[in-house]
């Protein structure tokens, strides 16, 4: 049983609410920051623990907090992250779901400790539900004392705002967000100037993902050093993975960093393996953006070590045998799941997702697409592969923000593991035309278990 | 609103009507307006665009996109250029319910384009149409954030997950039975803004 | 100061300068294309990637070269950078990509586009792209409109450097045209049916880098390097009044603004000047204007110039290069 820090209270009933949260220790936390510690202690205890961003980069979040710029007059923002939008994430769903009062207090703290009196949490549009949890415990927060005016009497001032996004993958990159934020397209910007100099509102803004906020609580409540032996080398904590695809138990859990990927894949504390019994074939193990793993990889490095999930170990071997953590977004491909047809769909994701801002992603992310659909719909022909290849290679590393790459990953790492299968969509399009993909029927997992929901709060809305 | 220019546009259908929101939501308008920094007031148009969409008729019309250019005092291109970029907004007419059933990765590799399927047949409309009762629309949309519940598809603010055809038979039916009940006020979203 | 060495030119420049503003201080082979950037224009750049250059050695300071190549139009220079361009495969290579990527949905339409001559991306392409194409799907495709009585949009030659939308957010007062949809489905439009009538609105013809935006009033007149570019200036209580005049014998053809080595307008002027003056009698001609751009394409054939050349299309004809 691996270490929880994050969900261990989800299981209490009315753990979204206000009182049930307070009652089991929560806003103590906010409490003991607030009234025992300077900022800078704070940042330096979340420097201390290691804590590196949870929603993909992965980087450090005490250095990033370190950047702000202090010596502006202008006021400093705080702005959470919570456009969940990379296909095979919901993790922060979940958190808000159960519960949100972590995020709330996480908020508090953070805010506190960067010097922010004003802080928005940006919810991707289709949230709905979500907006409303939130918005729910920002007013009971508000009601008891933990946001608005000289909190628990002290001189801070904070307000929180739930920002509502409107439909755009893109906006989860941090400068397209706060483009939204400002009202406006979510075209990510050219950095530099970085946020932490000149973000919302030109001013000083520091943009952290809803898991990477609420681990902010246990860290201050534990401390940093407490917090960093959690994990392994400098992946320190646990973190959410959200499991998908064809595996028994989907869901999200936390892992201690460092589990192995063979216990996370099979025991029945955690995905339970494959569903209806049937064979790897591959994993993606952070996100759609990260590279695809084929089965003889995901447990084991190319070195025949065991592959643990760490932000190292899943890097292991760079790109030719390794892939990525991500942002922890586990997707799981039995053995007669189409690789081609997956990665045509991902492109087709990212094609729709482009702001269409610089050219290499506007129109590479289009060209991919059309390319990967005809080879699917067996009207591809060999020189196809490569000119995918080449032109995946040629978006990489060449836009302005990540997606150029998260686009091209996908499609670079699905010929170089499975090659075999798009010669075969080459060779035999009677073949492929008549295959029917991804039927319900087929995939329907058996032994769902139910989803943990707060039934309450959805009724209310 | 005198627009003074000659309109003339696909989707450009005059409301007829002067297009405004009831008292009661401006205020929350203006409360939303008040959140952010003195000159900044066009943070407020992607909530706003929201509640016009819901409270002016489901869909963004010319007309109540000139409507809220005018209420954050800025250029109506500015909200044509946001509208447009982001899925949410719908610039043409729906349904009462709009259907987006997810279609990425996940959902698509368990059985999320069969139910897409499953539907067009079920309502008997296309992909991106509208029943002809004016009730269901059915959209094909990029990834709901639900993965580990897929299939799924979100209907108006609801989300829908594990889908069988048995569960939208059932959702459909409800949905049908109740279309001619006047929406409980407290269930709109815009109240859930505060 | 700062020092920075470009392709092993070195220069000094104050603090704040983009590697391309220091490359066209040092001029010559060594500048970068920019098909988005404009000097003129804040907040333009970054979005076309033709301008990107590897950065071999990041500053005196920090010598670590950079992970990824860098837009240099808007990376500032730092003390005892190094950065490669021309000297550079990396660099050529992902040029050629990138015009690539501009043309797949690009129409290929020269012969009956009015930019052809002095379009920029057909240099580009001559200078850097491939002469067959690997893109075989459809390309996008979108209606002509007219922007009002005097601008041509059209659509489909556009490469979405959003240098008409910074004009007119930056020159005019309120701004009708700007980037709707996204993705490779962006378009440049009004929405509704709309007429750009600001005084100044004419600008957006001059800044496009491509024949997106033409001039309605010159349509298919004549091809550009039939006409002779002439400076010449009126009293105009809206503008400069300085121009340059596309004429052929005694006729206007067209009026533009002047444009310097880099394509650039020196002066922004009015509609009235640009449209509505098309008598040699309006204006006051000072002579031929010398265009010193670092290319010129001239009937059927295309030349590139050594550094410093200066062209003068009237007092001397392009020599065809020898084969």
């Known amino acids: ?461 | 609103m005198a627009l003074g220019y000659n309109i003339d546009h696909k989707l450009y259908q005059p409301e007829g009507k002067e297009v405004r929101f009831t008292d009661e939501v401006l205020e929350k308008v203006k409360k939303i307006i008040a959140r952010y920094p003195e000159g900044r007031q066009k943070s407020a148009l992607l909530p706003v665009l929201h509640i016009a969409q819901e409270e002016l008729g489901g869909h963004l019309s010319v007309d109540v996109m000139n409507y809220v250019a005018q209420l954050l005092n800025i250029q109506p291109i500015e909200v044509y250029e946001v509208a447009t970029f982001y899925t949410q907004y719908y610039l043409e007419k729906t349904g009462k319910y709009v259907i987006e059933v997810c279609r990425t990765g996940p959902c698509a590799m368990c059985g999320g384009e069969d139910i897409a399927d499953y539907l067009e047949r079920k309502l008997n409309i296309k992909t991106d149409e509208t029943t002809a009762d004016g009730l269901f629309t059915l959209r094909r949309v990029e990834c709901l954030g639900a993965c580990g519940y897929a299939p799924v598809m979100q209907i108006n603010t609801e989300f829908y997950e594990f889908l069988t055809q048995e569960k939208i038979d059932q959702t459909i039916e409800n949905l049908r039975a109740r279309a001619n009940e006047e929406k409980p006020k407290d269930s709109k979203w815009v109240e859930k803004f505060f | 100061m700062l020092k920075i060495t470009i392709d092993g030119h070195s220069t000094e420049v104050e603090e704040g300068t983009t590697i391309l503003q220091a490359a066209r201080k040092i001029g010559g082979e060594i500048v970068p294309p920019a098909m988005c950037y404009y000097s003129k224009l804040k907040g333009s750049g970054g979005k076309c990637r033709t301008c990107l250059v590897k950065v071999s050695k990041g500053s005196e300071k920090d010598p670590r070269p950079m992970p990824k190549l860098v837009a240099s139009c808007s990376t500032p220079v730092q003390d005892g950078m190094e950065v490669q361009n021309i000297t550079s495969p990396e660099v050529l290579e992902t040029r050629k990509a990138i015009v690539e990527f501009l043309l797949i949905n690009h129409p290929l339409d020269c012969p009956v586009c009015d930019q052809a001559g002095e379009c920029d991306l057909q240099d580009l392409s001559f200078e850097h792209g491939v002469d067959t194409s690997r893109f075989e799907e459809g390309k996008r495709e979108f209606d002509q409109i007219d922007i009002g009585e005097n601008i041509k949009l059209h659509m489909n030659r556009c490469i979405l450097c959003y240098r008409c939308v910074y004009t007119v957010n930056q020159i005019t007062d309120g701004r009708i045209h700007g980037v709707l949809y996204r993705g490779d489905a962006s378009e440049i439009s009004t929405f509704i049916q709309n007429a750009i009538t600001n005084d100044f609105s004419g600008n957006v013809i001059d800044v496009c880098p491509v024949g997106a935006l033409t001039d309605r009033s010159f349509r298919f007149k004549s091809r550009v390097w039939f006409t002779r570019p002439m400076d010449a200036h009126r009293d105009c209580p809206k503008c400069s009044g300085k121009v340059t005049l596309w004429m052929s014998a005694n006729d206007i053809y067209r009026v533009t603004a002047r444009k310097d080595e880099f394509n650039e307008v020196e002066e922004f002027i009015c509609n009235e000047c640009r449209f509505e003056k098309k008598n040699a009698e309006d204006w006051i001609i000072e002579g031929p204007r010398t265009i010193t751009r670092t290319s010129i394409i001239s009937v059927n054939h295309y030349q590139k110039l050594k550094q410093g050349s200066i062209i003068n299309p009237v007092a001397k004809k392009i020599e065809k290069p020898s084969e």
Request: charged share 25%.
């Open chain 1, 1 to 461: 049983m691996g270490r929880k820090i994050l969900l261990d209270k989800v299981h209490i009933p009315g753990i979204s609410t206000f009182k049930v949260y307070r009652d089991n220790g929560g806003y103590t936390t906010a409490e003991k920051a607030l009234k025992t510690m300077l900022p800078a202690e704070i940042t330096e205890e979340v420097k201390k623990s290691g804590l590196r961003g949870r929603g993909g980069a992965g980087f450090p979040t005490g250095m990033k907090w370190s950047f702000l710029d202090t010596r502006s007059n202008n006021p400093r923002y705080l702005v959470c992250n919570a456009d969940e939008s990379e296909p095979g994430t919901f993790k922060d769903r979940y958190l808000i779901d159960n519960i949100p009062h972590l995020l709330i207090e996480g908020l508090i703290i953070s805010s506190f400790a960067l010097g922010a009196n004003t802080t928005f949490i940006y919810v991707r549009g289709e949230f709905k539900p979500q907006i409303g949890i939130l918005n729910r415990a920002i007013r009971e927060a508000y009601e008891n004392g933990f946001l608005g005016k000289n909190i628990l009497g002290t001189t801070y001032s904070l307000d929180i705002y739930v920002q509502s996004g409107a439909g755009a993958y893109i906006c989860g990159e941090e400068t397209a967000l706060l483009e939204s934020l400002e009202g406006k397209r979510g075209n990510p910007r050219l950095k530099p100037p970085f946020p932490a100099v000149k973000g919302l509102y030109d001013c000083p803004t520091v943009v952290n993902n809803v898991e990477t906020l609420a681990t902010v609580v246990p860290i201050i409540s534990m401390g940093g050093d407490e917090y960093a032996k959690i994990g392994v080398g400098r992946s320190t904590g646990t973190k959410l993975m959200s499991a998908c695809g064809h595996i028994k138990n989907p869901g999200v859990y936390e892992i201690e960093l460092g589990l192995s990927m063979e216990e996370f894949l099979y025991s029945n504390e955690y995905c339970g393996g494959i569903a209806n019994d049937k064979k790897l074939k591959a994993v993606i193990p952070g996100g759609s953006s990260v590279p695809i793993l084929p089965a003889h990889l995901v447990t084991l490095t190319a070195q025949n070590t065991s592959r643990s999930i760490s932000y190292e170990s899943l890097s292991d071997g760079g790109f030719q045998s390794g892939s990525m953590l991500g942002s922890g977004g586990f997707i799981v491909f039995d053995e007669d799941a189409c690789i081609v047809r997956n990665t045509w769909n991902f492109s087709r994701f990212y094609h729709h997702e482009s702001c269409g801002q610089c050219s290499p992603c506007r129109e590479g992310t289009g060209w991919l697409e059309k390319v990967l659909h005809r080879i699917e719909n067996g009207e591809g022909r060999m020189k196809d592969i490569d000119l995918l290849d080449s032109v995946a290679k040629k978006i990489e590393g060449n836009t302005i923000c990540p997606l150029g790459d998260a686009a091209a990953w996908p499609v670079n790492s699905a010929i170089r593991h499975f090659r075999h299968e798009f010669e075969f969509h080459i060779e035999h399009p009677d073949i492929v035309k008549n295959i029917k993909h991804g039927s319900l029927e087929k995939y329907r997992t058996k032994n769902t278990k139910p989803r943990t929901k707060n039934t309450e709060i959805t009724e209310s809305l």
